[in-house]
């Protein structure tokens, strides 16, 4: 028996580039409501937003400063509720985003904490200096050192993103405690599950040196500890369990070992991984190298086959476009964009789908770091500048890997703004709008659209593609070929990534393709994908 979130569909919005509704230029709770009836069109059961908090924003919602309000940015807790009460109306759930590694350094408890009696003092990491050394040598996930000295207080802090986003101390009972009462206040405002934060890092050992890395020096200190456990065990049984809910943890570098132990106690039910957004990275991913879709094939299938359930993403707000990386943004764009929709829908697991994936939006057409308002690329950029990359070098992995890429405005229609706001908006539109967006494709059933909206139906209404084993048949340059199997029933599902035309000498019924074809004759067209029925 599937629980619900394993048969629904999950939809990702990053409010700030969703909708505006009063025009300042930042997308906000009205501007979701105003679109319910086209997510509940689509097929979309789970909306996760990202974080909708108080926040100063110095990493746009992951830094937040008050756990149970709302950001004035995107509205009141009535807009909140009413979000919540309109979502179910149209039985859509919605889960939020659990951000408690770091809080904001703008959070009253860290404002306090700095004072070195304070009963928060104990709420963070603070360890004084090695002379005029921090800590230890650990490396934040933005770049540069973990550790900030505070004057005030005359001791380093720890944070592991951003200066301003200092790590919780969870080897204080008091911090849990406060976590808790967090989780209760919205599951009882009938919130139904959340996206956990870089989980499997809020748990540090020891706070010793880390050994020589690539980046992230202290990685083996802090990743997916044996404290880890314990805290989400004890969230699962006093909290989780009394809800009807589930936990999705975002779990950096991460071991399909690892999500099995996450996963075999039931702490979390499902946990996104990363190693399938490797396929064009080399190490770290700001250094591409070029896409290859058997490294993809490879990796996906390695986690279907060793992990009971899967979160399967292609693109998030974290991540360039989907369709820029892994498909064809010109000629084949359409095409591509529909393969990577059947790649995402037919493997086992919850799929996501992040905003703007559903009508092939593509990475960010911007000329200069003027135009960008991520802090992670604003950090690295320097960081190269310090390093002595070349400029036009520091510009060419920040246009492929920064974050702004996936934060671009979602391109409603034609019209000004690309009809995501009347004002100016708070980062700017791609431009290529006029050809991608909403309005055109609604209407169109052949659009990118059309084709999600009726993958996900054909999911829904597929016991095999939602339930089904999954099993190999290809994993070539050319060619990801897989089954799923359920009882007598076996789907054959055939993706063709590349611009040539390929031979896969299967047989079967055509139940989709993004080719539109009835009948299959042993080929594949450029970027075609094909579902066949094999009994
Ligand atoms: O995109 C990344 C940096 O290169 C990832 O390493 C990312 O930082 C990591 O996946 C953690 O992401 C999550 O926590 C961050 C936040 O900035 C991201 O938006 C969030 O998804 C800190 O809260
Ligand atoms: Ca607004």
Known sequence: MLKWWQERVVYQIWPRSFQDSNGDGIGDLQGIIAHLDELKDLGVGIIWLSPVYPSPNA?????????????????????????????????????????????????PWFQSSREKNSPYRDYYIWRPGRGKRPPNNWGSFFGGPA????????????????KNQPDLNYRNPKVLAEVKDILRFWLNKGIAGFRCDVINIIWKSSLENGRWRPALKGLEHYLSQEGCHRILQELRREIFDHYDCFTVGETVFVTTQMARDFLGQGELDMVFSFEHMGADELLIKWFKRRFSPKRLARALTKWQLEVPWNANYLENHDQPRSVSRF??????????????????????????????????????????????????SHNVYQLAK??????????????????????????????????FTTGKPWI??????????????????????????????????SPVLKAGDFEPV???????AFRRKLERESLLVLLNFTQAAVAAPYRGQVVISNYDRTSYGGRLEPFEAVVLREN
């Open 474 to 480: 290809a994993i070539e340059e050319s060619l990801f």
């Open 147 to 162: 550790w900030e000295y505070d004057p005030h207080s005359g001791e380093y802090y720890l944070h592991l993103f951003a």
């Open 428 to 461: 700017d539109v791609n431009s290529n709008y006029t050809k991608i967006n909403m309005e055109s494709q609604l209407n169109d059933p052949n659009s990118i659209r059309s084709f999600y909206k009726k993958m996900i139906a054909l999911r829904r209404e």
């Open 327 to 376: 498909g064809h943004e010109g000629e084949f764009w359409e095409q591509s964009a529909k393969l990577l929709c059947v790649l995402l829908l037919t493997l086992k697991g919850t799929p996501f789908i992040y905003q703007g994936q559903e009508i092939g939006m593509t990475n960010f057409d911007y000329t200069s770091m003027e135009q960008i308002r991520d802090i992670e």
């Open 59 to 107: 990493d746009y919602g992951y830094d937040i400063s008050d756990y149970t309000g709302i950001n004035p940015e995107f509205g009141t807790m009535e807009d909140m509720d009413q979000l919540i009460a309109e979502a179910a109306k149209r039985d859509i759930k919605i889960v939020m985003d659990l951000v408690i590694n770091h809080t904001s350094d703008q959070h």
């Open 386 to 419: 310090r390093l002595g990359f070349p400029p036009g070098l520091r510009w060419k992995l920040i246009k492929a890997s920064s974050r702004d890429n996936a934060r671009t405005p979602v391109q409603w229609n034609g019209g000004p703004n690309a009809g």
